[in-house]
């Protein structure tokens, strides 16, 4: 059976605008004027990271009054933002930070959740709010355990009412991870930045203080070697290019019938290819071994190969079952052995998964597809504790629509729903499953494991 590159994923960069002319229009001179007198919604245009830009644009506002929201007001200093305690009425901010690491009670949010909504008003466009908070453990009293649950209801709620770009996200602490640790420096440098511009509504955990800070944040994957599976094109493509511009060399790999597509991305990032089909009983094993002998070494695995086979399940045939859950899951956890069982990978592995929100929410005619992204959840789960004591780290990402040449093919009513259903009003692009990605695959983010991480604009159905 050979392993294809997503179909759902299919190709270029930066089609995004061009392909969405409903934005294009109402972002243009004429069409901002019609959307106002007709009340029609008014997708922002997002800011996306940049080699050398500004972190954020505009103060940031640190709210909490506890050591950690003191040591991480002196962390963003450090960086040279330009960091508020208080803000003032006519403050035009570009970030608030509620810290809300200590919260025992119900009664203790009132005071930094209201002052962050004094201060909503006053944000910029493509601003970023974030709350640190702690989980919500069953093994807790029933009062910490309710105010910290209570700040999931508040952050994906807020997350709805920001406009302009504006996104909500989360950040929890497992007990004993301070607000400098380095999974939590990581994660707040990754919301705050152009990277997470499609990642709205979302919680990250930090379940440790392992990792390490970049040297350079324009180049945080420096010296390392990845392998992209399904690299030929779409979102497998920008995944190379991207980590390709973080410092990665890359091994692109894909079946050999996308051949030529494969040598072209090979080429274009100075990366190498491997043809393969990856449901092979080796693939695990021929992929080490050409890392090794190309490159010396292996430090990021990201799995993104994939297929879909869709069809009512009532209409549904064996073959389509099988090959999805063959390409989709099972290769995935045959090579995650082989990578877990090999002694020449001497430094901590990072593995990605490519997972789905049809997988979380599940989607009509995807019973196949859905059940093998929702095992890919399953399983980088349970693969966290066994990569853990070897200082490694897995997670997944959730796609939600994002602009391609399949989703191009959509009719059109279908399409437009499907680009409206989320929070920013309009799809992602493959770059934006990219940048969640290489933040994920990095040592900053070595103390966040067994994520699911939704890279889908907050898409209205699921969580």
Known sequence: MMAQSPQRDATPTHTALVADSYSRFVNGRLGRGVAGRLGLPRPAVLRRYAPGEALIPGPVLVLGTTPGADALAQVLLEWKLDVRRHAGPKDKLGA?????????????LSEPIRSAGASLRGLRANARLLTISRPAGAELEPEMAAARQAVDGILRSLAKELRRGATANGIILAEGVTTTDVGTIGAVRFFL??????????????????????????????????????GAR????????????????????????????????ANSIRG???????????AGQRILDHALARHGRLDIVVHNAGITRDKLLANMDAARWDAVIAVNLSAQLRMNRDFLGSAALTGPLRIVSVASTSGIAGNRGQTNYAASKAGVIGMVRATAKLLAPLGGSVNAVAPGFIETDMTARMPFATREL??????????????????????LASDAAGGISGN???VCGQNLVGQ
Request: charged content about 20%; proline content about 4%; some cysteine.
């Open 272 to 282: 190498t290819a491997l043809q393969l089909d990856i449901t092979a009983a080796a």
């Open 418 to 439: 499907a680009r409206r259903l989320n929070s920013l009003q309009q799809g992602g692009w493959p770059e934006d499953v990219a940048e969640t990605i290489a933040f």
């Open 452 to 454: 699911v991480l939704r």
């Open 193 to 230: 930045s152009g990277r997470s511009a499609f990642v709205d509504g979302q919680f990250l955990c930090v379940d440790s203080g392992a990792g390490q800070l970049p040297q350079s944040w324009d180049r945080p994957l420096a010296g390392k070697v990845a392998v992209v599976t399904g």
């Open 234 to 265: 779409g979102i497998g493509a920008a995944i190379a290019r991207t980590l390709a511009r973080d410092g990665v060399v890359v091994v692109v790999v894909d079946v050999p019938a996308s051949g030529d597509q494969l040598a072209a991305v």
């Open 96 to 108: 608030i930070i509620v810290v809300l690491d200590d919260l025992a009670s119900p009664e203790e």
